[in-house]
């Protein structure tokens, strides 16, 4: 069975940090691009980060110089520094399967919020 589990989100102040994680079961960690994505209340589904299988990076503009990603093993990581306001939402990992069948999956999602 397929499972992608996130967390590590909580409550910080703002200029606080936080380690996302999302483990991955059930599928070859390996040829999956990994991304996270978010979503505060009342918006859409945002793009935040994204590592694709070789190790290549992508950010958000908001988030370029405070949030890191990164992948190990069957888990990728979002370190994310000097939070902000508006940094609150559910953080969701997404795994994308660039070549091959098509096949993604989501995480259940884990709350960060960070209070000013």
């Known amino acids: 069975q397929v499972q992608l589990v996130d967390s590590g989100g909580g409550s910080v102040h703002a200029g606080g940090s936080l380690r996302l994680s999302c483990t991955a079961y059930?599928?070859?960690?390996?040829?999956?691009?990994m991304n996270w994505l978010r979503q505060a209340p009342g918006k859409q589904r945002e793009f935040v980060a994204r590592i694709s299988r070789s190790g290549g990076t992508s950010y958000a503009d908001s988030v370029k110089g405070r949030f890191t990603i990164s992948r190990a093993k069957n888990t990728v990581f979002l370190q994310m520094n000097s939070l902000e306001s508006e940094d609150t939402a559910v953080y969701y990992c997404?795994?994308?399967?660039?070549?091959?069948?098509?096949?993604?999956?989501w995480g259940q999602g884990t709350q960060v919020i960070v209070s000013s």
């Open positions: 997404h795994a994308d399967r660039p070549a091959g069948p098509k096949s993604e999956y």
């Open positions: 059930g599928i070859s960690f390996s040829v999956y691009d």
